[in-house]
């Protein structure tokens, strides 16, 4: 019986993705073959769709760093883990497809009352917010947290885990009619544009930015004291789904250098976090698997904003970089 998979073969549009037939091959010792019942989308699979993403592998390749779905198959060695169970996982490469094989370890049990499409909303969104609040930020109760990528997935785990843990959150977007939707998770609500234009907005704890850019440079001088201010990603770069390198390249010129010397002057911090490059790492995992069984202890839930088809990718990558959705895009397989 053969599986599905989508591949970027050539760089550029969505429409250069292709679906293609593979043929399974059974799990090695101490990895796991899930039936994938959905895939998550993340603004970095748009990126290695256009070229801009450094860690991608040759191509073909295909994309996808999150699962959830049906245990098929386990192979020597695995323990904790049986056909049937109900679970997600993060993948390195390779999660737009209809059945994974990954090591044991990347596979996450679906926290009790979340289903699997909640499930496959968790792995990227959830490990890059806490590690940035809580691993490099540092944040406690009482801080005054901004959240800039407030209406996307990372930013509204962000938001819930700012707010168990006690902060005071504000959300950003650029779509007006998306206030009330950060609202609804009990944070403050600007646009871009009404925060920006209001100096009095600063003095902030910690800053969560996923732009780049020049926006790292005005966000830099609403810290407070002690500030932290963490880049997540430079989706500035990317407009509209099409590949320009001149909007690339001004982007990053536009990446402020920063100096030690000036920090001192501030006395505030920036940071910048690759998840996957976290994730790389054995004992990271371990350790971030065992904040996620830690979940169901937190009152945290994901918001899917829109499922495709998977053959329909295309639509759901520019869905994504079109910023046409709330919270998390997944493939249904």
């Known amino acids: 019986m053969t ?3 989508i591949a970027i073969e050539k760089y550029g549009g969505a429409q250069t993705l292709k679906v293609r037939d593979r043929q399974p091959t059974p799990p090695g010792p101490g990895e796991v073959a899930i039936d ?12 290695m769709r256009l070229g801009f993403y450094p860690d991608a592998p040759k191509r073909p390749f ?25 679970v997600a996982a993060g993948t390195y490469f390779g999660g737009y497809a209809s059945r994974v094989t990954v090591p044991a370890g990347q596979v996450l049990r679906v926290p009790r009352g979340l289903d699997l499409r909640a499930g496959a909303a968790m792995p990227v969104a959830f490990f890059t917010a806490h590690v940035a609040l809580f691993e490099m930020a540092r944040i406690r109760k009482g801080d005054r947290v901004l959240i800039e990528c407030a209406t996307g997935g990372v930013g509204v785990l962000a938001m819930q885990l700012a707010r168990h843990a006690g902060a005071e959150v504000t959300g ?22 009404e925060f920006r234009n209001d100096a009095s907005l600063r003095g902030y704890d910690f800053i969560l930015n996923a732009s780049g850019g020049a ?27 099409r590949r320009n390198l001149p909007r690339m390249a001004w982007a990053a010129l536009r990446t402020p250098r920063i100096s030690v010397l000036k920090l001192f002057d501030e ?32 009152p945290l839930t994901p918001h899917v904003g829109k499922v495709f088809p998977a053959v329909d990718v295309a639509s759901a990558h520019a869905c994504l970089e079109t910023k046409q959705a709330t919270g998390k895009v997944l493939l249904e397989w």
Do not use: M
């Open 172 to 193: 950003l977007t650029t779509s007006p009619h998306k206030k009330a939707f950060i609202e609804g998770y009990g944070a403050i609500a600007y646009t871009r544009d």
């Open 3 to 5: 599986f599905q998979e």
């Open 267 to 298: 006395n505030t911090g920036v940071y910048a976090l690759n998840a996957l490059h976290v994730l790389r790492d054995p004992a990271w995992i371990a350790r971030l698997s065992t904040a996620f069984d830690a979940l169901e202890d937190v």
């Open 62 to 86: 295909v994309p996808g760093y999150e699962v959830s779905g049906r245990v098929a198959e386990v192979g020597p060695g695995v323990e904790g883990v049986t056909p049937g169970d109900l």
């Open 36 to 47: 994938v019942a959905y895939s998550g989308v993340n603004f970095a699979d748009v990126q």
């Open 215 to 241: 926006e790292i440079t005005w966000q830099r001088a609403r810290l407070g004291i002690t500030g932290r201010i963490v880049c997540i990603g430079v989706n500035s770069g990317v407009k509209d789904g």
